[in-house]
């Protein structure tokens, strides 16, 4: 009886220390956190298209799209036009010299994504834009991980490091832009535990 008393007990103990392995690997690899910014990459690896139809979502788990909003894929022209749009946007019309907010960075210090939809029959492109985005460094496979592609890189407090635009495809112009409201406790690479699962599921 004492033997299999002591040979349940081990057995237990054996599956509690995995558990407890498990965990704090887990653990250890949320704080392995690498923030990678827009300015160390060249010009032309910050636009990404994103052409999945699926389900995309905020890091707090907040639906991009509305009920009244149907994905698109866009085509390389209509994808061509709507960077250019967004340019456009921000070499000529954005920065207002009476302007008392505070106004975005350049668009060269931001990364962009870009998802395709309709609404009411009318294309539009709704563009995300940030300044940098979290890696997890996996000593497995000796590499960094990113965040899951359907995941928009956005922090509703984040400043002008996070925005957004929609641009009207047909009448080839920007209808909405907004940039996350400042907030002076802002931190970079400061995710919540919430925010880390969605991003790396």
């Known amino acids: ?18 558990l407890l392995s498990c965990c704090s690997e887990q653990k250890t690899s949320l704080k392995d956190i690498q923030v990678v910014w827009a300015t160390d990459y060249s010009e032309d690896g910050l636009d990404f298209l994103l052409k999945k139809d699926t389900t995309y979502i905020y890091p707090n788990n907040k639906f991009v799209f509305k009920k009244s909003m149907s994905f698109y894929t866009l085509s390389d022209k209509e994808f061509s036009l709507a960077t250019a749009i967004l340019k456009d946007f921000f070499d000529y019309y954005l920065y207002d010299d009476d302007n008392t907010g505070v106004e975005p960075f350049r668009l060269r210090k931001y990364f962009r994504q870009y998802i395709g939809f309709k609404e009411k029959d009318s294309l539009y492109v709704y563009v995300n834009l940030y300044t940098h985005f979290p890696t997890i460094s996996n000593s497995e496979c000796l590499c960094t991980i990113g965040p899951a592609q359907n995941v928009l890189i956005y922090k509703e407090n984040g400043g002008r490091n996070y925005g957004t635009a929609i641009i009207d495809i047909s009448n080839k112009r920007i209808i909405y832009f907004k940039m996350g409201n400042k907030d002076p406790n802002y931190k970079v690479g400061g995710y919540s535990e919430q925010e880390l699962e969605v991003l790396f599921p």
């Not at 004492?2 to 220390?17: P, Q, S, T, V, Y």
């Open 1 to 18: 009886m004492d033997f299999r008393f002591k040979n349940h007990f081990g057995i237990l103990f054996m599956c509690i220390c995995f």
